[in-house]
């Protein structure tokens, strides 16, 4: 957007058009996070703009075959002077999903704004294959969710930022809700078969790793083939859940355990009701006042992890993937042997830091942000 360009007779609030690429909330309500987040971000950093989400491919539902031949890209149409994408969103998949928007709005002379950049995996292959797509679509506003991903891609990009993942900013988009449950503790395992964990004292059977949370010791008891199984092939947790079908308890140390599905489509309530005291849902409100509440997150999600430490609790992650690089962003570079929190000092002032920056540059993009123009000359 020309800040010294005639009124636009289409668009007659003269405000750039920022949209948000989100979706796929049901596949993975972590996704909302961080796209809630970002939108949060944004207004925060430019008040005034018509900042909105607008909805992702179908392609994330297969990734391997892409968008169906009949899909309408109706994202590709918008008249926009920004598009948000977030996250790890150069990956190979890109092409049969997300690229012919990006270079159609890329054409028409839309910004590219990345938000919490990451990518699925880190090799020289994949950088160089991230670096290959990115470079057809540079680019205006680039962030990062971790630091390897801003040295192995920040370069392309006119203004590049080494932040934090903006799905820490859901304790500002959803203030904590207090709850007249009693103290409880949150198992989220819908990715591999959920651990027996409890503490050392009482702990039957084999042992294969231990941690220590509020000066006891915790042990850990992993169903090594069946989680070997899951790593595997996606669609085994919901085959798992229909062959073992053992109870798993409603307390650990005394403190209540409520379980959490980030996966809610597509949907076995054999699956996701397997427990006690569940929830599962498609929309991503409830699923933060759990967290909020919650005084330990043990998880298979990076971002169960990264909503309950935003609000000031202890997590812990069962995870390979090298997405919890942004964990480690945050200063949680030990998460996967123990539960840690956040230091919350630091997490506020990296994302003050982070509104500044992006504020600056969206005001050198697309001149003073509207609702501060506006007051300058009421």
């Known amino acids: 957007m020309d800040p010294n360009a005639e009124p636009n007779p289409n668009h007659p609030t003269d405000v750039p058009r920022i949209g948000v690429l989100t979706g796929y909330w049901s596949t993975n309500i972590g996704n909302a996070f961080f796209q809630l987040g970002a939108e949060y971000a944004i207004n925060r950093a430019y008040p005034g703009a018509h900042v909105f989400l607008i909805g992702d491919q179908p392609g994330y539902w297969n990734t391997r075959k892409g968008n169906p031949a009949n899909a309408l890209d109706y994202v590709k149409h918008l008249d926009l002077d920004a598009v948000v994408v977030l996250g790890p969103y150069v990956r190979p998949e890109m092409e049969g999903i997300t690229a012919a928007m990006l270079r159609a709005q890329h054409r028409k002379g839309a910004k590219i704004i990345v ?11 994949t950088i160089a294959l991230s670096r ?19 040295e192995a891609l920040g370069d392309l ?12 900013f859901v304790s500002e988009v959803f203030p904590r809700v207090p709850t007249d449950l009693e103290p409880y503790m949150v198992l989220n395992f819908d990715q591999i078969p959920e ?18 949370f509020e000066g ?5 008891r992993q169903p090594q083939k069946r989680t070997e199984w899951s790593y595997r092939k996606r669609a085994y947790p919901f085959l798992d859940a229909m062959l073992f079908r053992s109870p798993r308890p409603e307390r650990i140390d005394g403190r209540l355990v409520l379980r959490t599905d980030h ?6 309530m054999l699956k996701s009701y397997r427990s006690p005291n569940t929830y599962v849902g498609d929309i991503p409100h409830t699923y933060l006042s759990i967290y909020a509440n919650s005084q330990l997150t043990i998880s298979n999600r990076v971002h169960a992890c990264v909503a309950t430490v935003s609000y000031g609790n202890a997590a812990m992650l069962f995870t390979r993937s090298p997405r919890a690089y942004l964990l480690k962003r945050l200063g949680l570079e030990s998460i996967k042997d123990r539960p840690q929190r956040v230091d919350l000092d630091f997490l506020r002032r990296e994302k003050a830091s982070l509104i500044a920056w992006l504020g600056d540059r969206l005001t050198d993009t697309f001149g003073p942000a509207p609702a501060l123009a506006q007051s300058t000359t009421a």
């Not at 290959?132 to 990062?144: A, R, Y």
């Not at 027996?196 to 220590?212: C, L, M, Q, T, Y």
């Not at 006891?216 to 850990?220: D, T």
Request: glycine share 8%.
């Open 263 to 268: 996966r809610y489509n597509p949907f076995l």
């Open 157 to 168: 990009a006119a203004h590049a930022y080494d932040g934090v993942d903006v799905a820490t």
């Open 216 to 220: 006891r010791e915790w042990c850990v």
């Open 115 to 125: 938000l919490a950049a990451g990518m699925m995996q880190y090799d020289k292959d």
């Open 195 to 212: 651990p027996v964990i409890g503490p050392k004292d009482g702990f039957a059977g084999r042992v294969d790793r231990s941690f220590e």
């Open 132 to 150: 290959k797509l990115m470079s057809e679509c540079p680019p205006h506003i680039f962030t990062t969710r971790d630091t390897e991903t801003y």
